[in-house]
Structures are given as C-alpha cells and as structure tokens.
T-cell receptor, first 111, second 113 residues
C-alpha cells in the first residue's frame, strides 16, 4: 500500500508563480525525500528532510515537515517552464530497508 | 560515471515468455532496488538488495525473481510474463540503505501482449 499521498494530483500554474504540493503519510518515518520525474525519464532526487528537521531549503525549493500531522510540503518558488514534471514524496521508517513512494503531483508550468 | 544503466529501453513480450531486465551501476552502491510504475499508482517496490548475495521482497514481488551476484549488477527476471506486468520498470541504487539519495536508471517500458 502507498505510504505517501500527494495533493493535489495535478497543478497548473504560470511561470513566475509559486507551486506548493503536499504529501501525507501514514506511519512514523525516519526521513522523507522529494523526487522529480520528467516525462519519460527516471526520478531525480531533490531534497531529503529528516524526522527531527522542520524545514529545509535548496535553491528555489523549500520543504517543510510536520511529524505531528504526518505531512510534508514542497514549495517551488518563481517557477519556470522547466519545472514541469511529476513530483513524488518518498518515506522510510528507518527499520525496514524500503523506500515507499507516493502517487505524485503533476505540475504544469505555462509561459 | 555512467550512473545507473538499464537495458533494454523498450520490450514487447507475449504472455508466457520470459526475459531479464538488466540493471547496472558504477558508483559502488550497496543498495539496489527495482520498482514498477503504473498510471496513478506511483512507484511500487518489487525487490531490493542491501548488498551482494542479499535480496529481499518488496511490496509486489510475485512473478519476479532477482539475484545479486556482484555489487554492480541487479537483474530482474520475469519467468512467465503476464499482461498485468505491463509497466515501466525502474532500477535504483544508493550508497547504503534507502535512507539516502536514490539514483534512478532511465527505465524499461515493458508491454506484455
């Protein structure tokens, strides 16, 4: 079963706007990661946030983690057409050697 | 470094045929895994390996076999292909456990008729 569920399933914005996508998960986690997948390609790692962290930044990306609500959000600021992709969260529990992915958010950035 | 490579990129099989999807990495990663991606389902873990000689089942292992004789290679075998195995398959690797950044291959698009 999926551990993470992203919301919304699809998001369409204009270039320059901010994009926010959310991930909710079911069980306690050790780390949460975000990945990007361009159409027809493999996934690319964006950022990892540990369970004892609340916020992390990487360039135009900002990730927050609320373990009490079992949720995370990914904010992409000043979006570009090249940000058009699907975004997935992935969690691990720290005990089982498994990474569990959510169903993804499809982001479309138009000019 | 080539990173994670997968072959073939595309494959069409008939029901009942068998084949092996190849995955190799040149980063000396201990952890390797196979996922399948279906529309609306995200990625589901098929099998994984924490090192040479060690494999274990993921979420959807039925119909698939793996082995890990070397650190570099992690082939996925379909023994009796079924239409339900039509999917895009991704191989991934990481330095140690999956708690680290995963490096993904480009994927194999498999169709079973």
């Amino acid at each position: 079963s999926q551990q993470g569920e992203e919301d919304p399933q699809a998001l369409s914005i204009q270039e320059g706007e901010n994009a926010t996508m959310n991930c909710s998960y079911k069980t306690s986690i050790n780390n949460l990661q975000w990945y990007r997948q361009n159409s027809g390609r493999g996934l690319v790692h964006l950022i990892l946030i540990r369970s004892n962290e609340r916020e992390k930044h990487s360039g135009r990306l900002r990730v927050t983690l609320d373990t009490s609500k079992k949720s995370s959000s990914l904010l992409i600021t000043a979006s570009r057409a090249a940000d058009t992709a699907s975004y997935f969260c992935a969690t691990d529990t720290g005990t089982a050697s498994k990474l569990t992915f959510g169903t993804g958010t499809r982001l479309q950035v138009t000019l | 470094n080539a990173g994670v490579t997968q072959t073939p990129k595309f494959q069409v099989l008939k029901t009942g045929q068998s084949m092996t999807l190849q995955c190799a990495q040149d980063m000396n990663h201990e952890y390797m895994s196979w996922y399948r991606q279906d529309p609306g389902m995200g990625l589901r873990l098929i099998h994984y390996s924490v090192g040479a000689g060690i494999t274990d089942q993921g979420e959807v292992p039925n119909g698939y076999n793996v082995s890990r004789s070397t650190t570099e290679d992690f082939p996925l075998r379909l023994l009796l292909a079924a239409p339900s195995q039509t999917s895009v398959y991704f191989c991934a690797s990481s330095y140690s456990a999956p708690y680290n950044e995963q490096f993904f291959g480009p994927g194999t698009r498999l169709t079973v008729l």
